[in-house]
């Protein structure tokens, strides 16, 4: 089992940036695609973004061309850097460890998940 914990979060402004941060415990990290996730109040948990163990990367719609997903295997660590943010980026976001080395997008196919960051961007 590996355990995520996530950082980063906070309350910024619309047009603003920030950098989430997952660090993981276990060898095998860089075995297995990473992903983030995220969950409004009131909404199911949706996919933003993932990398696999080559480093290949896939985005939701909504967030592409501002959020870039990348992960350091030297330090266990994958990252969220978000820009442009706008308030309905609004949500709890969670780091989660894929069962595979290619990424998915469903939350059935990944098998550990941290403990969640609030990200709140105000208008």
């Known amino acids: 089992q590996v355990q995520l914990d996530e950082s980063g979060g906070g309350l910024v402004q619309a047009g603003d940036s920030l950098r989430l941060s997952c660090s993981a415990s276990?060898?095998?990290?860089?075995?297995?695609?990473m992903g983030w996730f995220r969950q409004a109040p009131g909404k199911e948990r949706e996919f933003v973004a993932a990398?696999?163990?080559?480093?290949?990367?896939f985005y939701a719609d909504s967030v592409e061309g501002r959020f870039t997903i990348s992960r350091d295997n030297a330090k266990n660590t994958v990252y969220l850097q978000m820009n442009s943010l706008k308030p309905e980026d609004t949500a709890v976001y969670y780091c989660?460890?894929?069962?595979?080395?290619?990424?998915?997008?469903?939350?059935?196919?990944?098998?550990?998940w941290g403990q969640g960051t609030q990200v709140t961007v105000s208008s």
């Open positions: 990398i696999g163990w080559s480093l290949s990367t």
């Open positions: 989660a460890k894929c069962k595979y080395s290619g990424f998915r997008i469903r939350t059935a196919d990944y098998d550990s």
């Open positions: 276990g060898r095998t990290f860089s075995n297995y695609a």
